[in-house]
């Protein structure tokens, strides 16, 4: 097994590519059980108490995780929650200090930490988190509490949170952008831009085309086919709202373009998962430079 860390940087890249692009796929299972066999005695090196001194350590550690989450998300759940408690919790629930000054999750992984104990969280955690993030002053902690709250897993929460969030272009799109990082979010986020475009947002953003452009920017994502149709219809009813709307239209042409690379290759990376041929055939040179950058 490859042992050096820029190796395992660029193998977990792809590897997160690839289970971004084919995520739904009839092939994501085997994909995700491949993957896995491959990581899994790289993640339990992963730390709880990583070096953070070695940024590529810290950072390999960070995709790992994220990999991990995808593939078997039991077991990066156990790290994360491990940290989450004993790091974060435990010194800061009852201490009366701020999150900044308390936290002991190393800064690398304190995004990921938060939004798990977050997500896996019952109330009281949840609301434990939102009364530290309204007094914290360190705006970078500060932010990284809030968006960890678009973690919840209840949709009832996630909708208030956004309706909350509507005075505030900044927090809104952060909001959003974090719930479609996680499986509840992602299911609230783009329906809730739909069933309130014109109740809500036409209304209160009818002169500002450049803060509805990036709260549909944040909050849709379209990842097949049936999500593509989805706002192609919701543009056909509001034709007239969403012209101009570039990030709607940039979105129809990503998914197209995805949604081609994904049934023209799907059928090469099944024969290569079973063993029948030696691997998926190179990108084109576009593909190849997008991969280096």
């Known amino acids: 097994m490859e042992t050096g860390t820029v190796p395992w940087l660029i ?13 739904g796929a009839p092939v994501q299972d085997k994909l995700n059980n491949f993957i896995y066999e491959k990581i899994h005695k790289k993640f339990d090196e992963v730390s709880t108490s990583p070096d ?17 989450a995808t593939v078997k998300p039991e077991k990066s759940n156990e790290k994360l929650n491990e940290l989450f408690v004993e790091s ?15 936290s002991e999750v190393p800064g690398e992984l304190r995004e990921k930490v938060y939004c798990n104990g977050v997500e896996f969280g019952n109330d009281t955690v949840f609301e434990t988190v939102k009364e530290l993030s309204e007094k914290e002053i360190d705006g970078a902690e500060k932010e990284l509490l809030q968006n960890s709250l678009a973690c919840f897993r209840d949709p009832r929460v996630l909708r208030r949170l956004i309706m909350d969030s509507l005075n505030s272009t900044t927090e809104v799109t952060q ?13 609230i986020a783009t329906n809730w831009i739909i069933d309130n475009w014109s109740t809500v947002l036409k209304k209160k953003f009818k002169n500002d085309p450049e803060t509805l452009n990036a709260i549909a920017d944040a909050g849709i994502i379209l990842d097949n086919e049936r999500e593509k149709s989805m706002i192609e219809t919701f543009m056909e009813h509001h034709h007239k709202s969403t012209n101009g709307i570039e990030s709607l239209d940039k979105k129809i042409e990503e998914a197209t373009t995805d949604i081609y690379w994904r049934k023209s290759r799907v059928a090469e990376l099944n024969d290569y998962l079973d063993g029948k041929m030696k691997g998926p055939a190179k990108e084109d040179e576009g593909d190849n430079s997008e991969e280096q950058e």
């Open 11 to 23: 193998a977990t890249r792809i590897f997160k590519k690839l289970t971004e692009r084919l995520e």
């Open 52 to 68: 953070e001194s070695n940024y590529l350590q810290s950072l390999l550690h960070s995709n790992l995780l994220d990999l991990m």
């Open 175 to 187: 909001l959003l952008k974090k719930m479609n990082s996680r499986p509840v979010g992602r299911e």
């Open 88 to 102: 974060y919790l435990a010194p800061c629930q009852f201490s009366g200090n701020f999150s900044s000054d308390c």
